[in-house]
């Protein structure tokens, strides 16, 4: 009931807004029909505007576009816009995805201040009509001759004809913003200021095309000015070749090392386009804020990547980029794949010096560093786009096979896995070299055996997993997910060192972030089992480090730092684990562990109670948490020892375990029930021959009165304990001790 008012609220406003919409959209509409029925009835009923109105028509028809685009624009483009950036900016992966409503229209808001337009339009209105005034009255300005300012008028004209053209081609695409009107703008002051400046050399050259007639003289100077008001850098060259006769050399003799126009796909109005926004050659492209591509631009995002792509590969091998285009390498991804796909024994220095041989280099060193794309960022945008996207495209041609062929696509139950299997095993009969697919078979395979309930099923789906990982690896020896599940196999099945070497080749291979991270998780959980915990710690760090949304990883982190004895840091992890939606058993068993480190028995009791809540069918497992949540108990006192006991049996029962068969024995032994105390100490001992559970033995027999037997109890704690301890010490002095009154007795 409390929502309602809300929600008429919001509406109310959104229909508000709709109607203000309209309203101007109305009232445009009438100015405009009225300039259009307006002008012609004044023109033929009021014979004395007739020149100010002919001259009014013809600036609105010359200028009339551009503030017409501009409103057309702000009506229909901008919901289409701004839902664009969203998509890209998330497959670019630029902006965290609860920032992302706000990031997207700030920038908008800021890229498509209406100001901006208002301010630019006007000045092409304004230069518009002075240079319409000034060719129509060009015979009555004495400053200038009237052939200077023809030449002007038409370098205004190529400016304006180029601004008509880029005008209609980004109002088709509706990528309109500020700057393509300050782009016509400036070529129009451009052409203009050039054409002023160099009039003398247009006039003579139009002379020299003509040879010596004043008419035709005149006509070329005129397309003269107009090509230069077309393609003003064109102007700009030919003017310093002009200058080549006066000077040795020129501020604009030296092209572009790096120019645009070099890149595949990238026209003249590409680059015309580009350049607007600051970006002159390969380096700016290679350099450039994506955010600010993808704002200002219409360019389609593959088309954007790619030419980056492209320019980073220029700005490393320079003129050398024609020599890789010709081995296939037309982008600095493509080299990268080369490198990254070579063999990773020693003959991989051969491959490396035949390629660097093949693209006309010498040093096979050279090749690597050209490799590092640590000074170009935007590779990590572009990398994580070529992942996501390809996830996309994949995803989407299943949902499609799924629609036409009845496929279903993976869920997480037995019979969704084996519509999987089916699915990719079509896929193979088609190509049996997809190594991709095979990999996608093995990744289902081994998911269906972990939820199907027969065992025997379990294992068999486990064994062909195995198999189709071995098949794909054999098709694509570089496939980095195939190492990385086939590690991941090797740790459920506790080979460690196959884990470990793997999850290192994944790594090594693996420039998809997510298999990179995925990796380094299982060659940590492997370090920790193996006991090299500060290698296992620096795995954990680096997948923390650069995703900190991973519980599982923290719960991971969590059981080598409870191994560590770092409790207080194990605790913190387990609460960032369950935060992130970790609420399995293991983190509970984990958290009490860590809980019972800092002797926080009542919360250990807690979180050991939600493990025993979820008992699995491993009675190890059961006994293990039994265990420990018996010792939280036995540490709270005296009121909690019936609970303890009851927690303690039911470990024993399930698994008889030399931990549970101590804390008995304390237990006992707190009670004064000194011979139960020493029936549960000797159960431990008869699983391990620790030297603590002989010190709590001897201690027994001594409240029982066996000296013998605590002696020779206390004797062996001085053969295995460590001489540091006290425990040791106070057996030393206590054996010292019996041993001086056995040789002189009291009379």
Not at 74 to 87: C, I, N, S, W, Y
Not at 361 to 378: I, K, M, V, W
Not at 507 to 523: G, K, P
Not at 534 to 541: E, M, P, R, S
Request: charge should be negative.
């Amino acid at each position: 009931m409390t929502e309602q008012p809300e929600n008429t609220t919001g509406a109310k406003e959104q229909e508000r807004l709709a109607t203000q919409k309209q309203g101007r959209m109305r009232v445009l509409g009438i100015l405009a029909v009225l300039l259009v029925v307006g002008i012609p009835f004044l023109w033929y009923f009021v014979p004395s505007v007739q020149e100010p109105l002919t001259y009014l028509a013809i600036l609105l028809g010359v200028v009339g576009l551009f503030p017409v685009s501009y409103l057309t624009y702000r009506a229909f483009g901008e919901p289409v816009r701004r839902q664009r950036l969203k998509d890209d900016f998330r497959l670019l992966g630029l902006v965290d995805e609860d920032e992302l409503d706000e990031t997207v229209e700030k920038l908008y808001r800021d890229t498509y201040n209406p100001l901006q337009f208002v301010a630019y339009i006007a000045l092409i209105l304004l230069v518009s009509l002075t240079m319409i005034l000034v060719y129509r009255y060009r015979s009555g300005v004495g400053v200038v001759d009237a052939a200077t300012l023809a030449s002007m008028f038409y370098a205004f004209l190529g400016a304006y004809v180029f601004g008509v053209q880029q005008l209609v081609r980004r109002y088709s695409t509706m990528d309109i913003q500020p700057q393509l009107y300050s782009a016509i703008l400036t070529r129009m002051i451009v052409a203009v200021g050039l054409v002023f400046v160099a009039a003398t050399v247009i006039t003579a050259s139009g002379g020299e095309i003509a040879a010596g007639d004043p008419a035709q003289a005149a006509g070329w100077a005129a397309v003269l000015a107009f090509l230069i008001g077309l393609f003003p850098s064109e102007g700009l060259r030919w003017i310093s070749k002009k200058m080549a006769l006066v000077f040795t050399s020129t501020p604009f003799d030296r092209a572009n090392e790096l120019p645009l126009r070099a890149l595949l796909g990238v026209s003249a109005w590409h680059e015309a386009r580009l350049n607007e926004l600051g970006v002159d050659d390969a380096q700016n492209l290679a350099t450039v804020d994506l955010r600010k591509l993808l704002l200002t631009t219409q360019f389609d995002t593959q088309q954007i990547v790619h030419w980056v792509d492209q320019a980073i590969l220029h700005c490393k091998v320079g003129s050398k980029i024609e020599r890789y285009r010709e081995v296939g390498i037309v982008t600095f991804h493509d080299l990268r794949g080369v490198l990254v796909g070579m063999p990773s024994d020693v003959d991989r220095q051969d491959h490396l010096q035949n390629l660097v041989t093949l693209l006309g280099g010498s040093d096979a060193g050279d090749l690597e560093h050209l490799g590092d794309y640590s000074n170009y960022p935007n590779y990590a945008y572009l990398l994580e786009y070529y992942t996501r996207s390809r996830r996309v495209a994949r995803a989407r041609a299943e949902e499609g096979e799924e629609n036409v062929l009845g496929v279903v696509q993976e869920n997480q139950d037995e019979d969704g896995y084996l519509r999987q299997v089916q699915y990719w095993q079509r896929l193979l009969t088609r190509n049996e070299q997809d190594a991709e697919a095979w990999i996608n078979l093995a990744d289902v395979c081994h998911g269906l055996s972990m939820v199907i309930k027969d065992e025997q099923n379990a294992a068999r789906y486990r064994q062909d997993a195995q198999e189709f990982v071995r098949r794909a690896l054999e098709i694509a020896p570089n496939l980095a997910y195939g190492y990385y599940l086939r590690s991941l196999m090797s740790l459920e099945e506790g080979a460690l060192e196959e884990t470990v070497r793997d999850a290192t080749e994944a790594l090594r291979l693996s420039e998809d972030r997510q298999v990179r991270l995925m990796a380094l998780h299982n060659r940590g959980l492997a370090y920790s089992q193996m006991h090299y915990f500060d290698l296992a710690l620096k795995d954990f760090d680096r997948v923390l480090t650069e995703d900190v949304r991973r519980g599982a990883t923290y719960k991971a982190r969590g059981v080598t730092l409870n191994a560590l004895s770092r409790f207080e840091q194990a605790v913190n992890d387990c609460w960032a684990a369950y935060l992130l939606g970790e609420h399995d058993r293991n983190l509970w068993v984990v958290w009490g562990s860590a809980l019972i480190g800092l002797d926080r028995f009542e919360e250990a009791v807690e979180k050991l109670s939600r493990a025993v809540q979820m008992e699995v069918d491993a009675p190890a497992d059961n006994a293990l948490v039994y265990g420990r949540r018996g010792y939280a108990y036995m540490q709270r006192g005296a009121e909690f020892y019936a609970q303890a006991r009851a927690d303690l049996l039911n470990s024993v029962n399930l698994d008889a375990n030399f931990e549970a068969y101590v804390n008995l024995g304390v237990l006992e032994a707190r009670n004064a029930n000194w011979q139960q105390a020493v029936d549960y100490y000797q159960k431990a001992l008869e699983l391990s021959n620790y030297w603590l559970t002989w010190f709590y033995l001897a201690r027994a027999y001594e409240k029982l009165g066996q000296a013998d037997e605590a002696m020779k109890a206390y004797q062996k704690v001085l053969e295995l304990a460590p001489v540091d301890v006290p425990e040791y010490r106070e057996a030393e002095q206590i054996l010292a001790r019996n041993s001086a009154e056995s040789q002189n007795p009291v009379p």
